[in-house]
């Protein structure tokens, strides 16, 4: 099996802090007490996501948050401020949510799994954060919403990944309302995996990336990569595309291994190849 055992101490320079711990890369959203998603904070978070490509000892990444607010949406403070500038803020309003929207996809693209933990609240951007996440685990104490139509800015950007996780209906009724859920009702929508108590958060995310930082990483990011791909294709072009993704799985030296140990009743020692 691939060497997963790398700690590393946390750095904790700037509003992302990082630490590995086992082949799992913990990036904490230190910019309390919002949160917020200022330019410097999504342009910290992204870097830290590229930077999560090229090291071998990652294997499952966890998105968390000091505080009791998980991420408070964009930096509203930052962009009523660019109002003054001659264009009213408009070049910087498409900077922000450029950033916001390439931050969002590099989570969905990124070859490795990303678990949200979710401790406090999430609201607009932030629970665009938690919806762009392949899997969210939050506390009994989590709420999550998206307020954008009572300040008269609906939340477009958040409705891209809020509306890929739940249904339309769902979407909707938190789109037009604007009233926060709370973490039942959230994973009754499909926000979230699981709720569970405040206390054994940190342990159940601990139990899941671990779990996912076994398997083999080719595996599963091959594995990751298909699932977002496919889910934008028709019926038939996704039955195509898997098929050959499956073709080229078989042919890995992991699924050799793998197949062959499940055959023989042992435990796969995976190469990552």
Known sequence: MAEILAIKPAAVDGPVVAQLDNGVLRLTLAN???NALSLAVMAALTAELDRAKADKAVRVIVLSAAGKVFCAGHDLKEMTAR?????????FFEQTFAACAAL???IVRHPLPVIAEVDGLATAAGLQLVASCDLAIASHEATFCTPGVNIGLFCSTPMVALSRNVSRKHAMEMLLTGETI????????GLVNRV????????IITKYAQTIASKSSLVVKTGKGAFYAQA???????YAYTGRIMVENMLARDAEEGIGAFISKRKPQWTDE
């Not at 569970?196 to 342990?203: A, G, S």
């Open 104 to 106: 969002m996809q590099a």
């Open 182 to 189: 709370d973490a039942a009702t959230a994973k009754e929508f």
């Open 83 to 91: 109002r003054a500038d001659a264009d009213r803020g408009k070049a």
């Open 196 to 203: 569970v108590p405040r206390e054994y958060l940190n342990q």
């Open 32 to 34: 309390p007490p919002a």
């Open 232 to 238: 934008e294709m028709g019926l038939a072009d996704a």
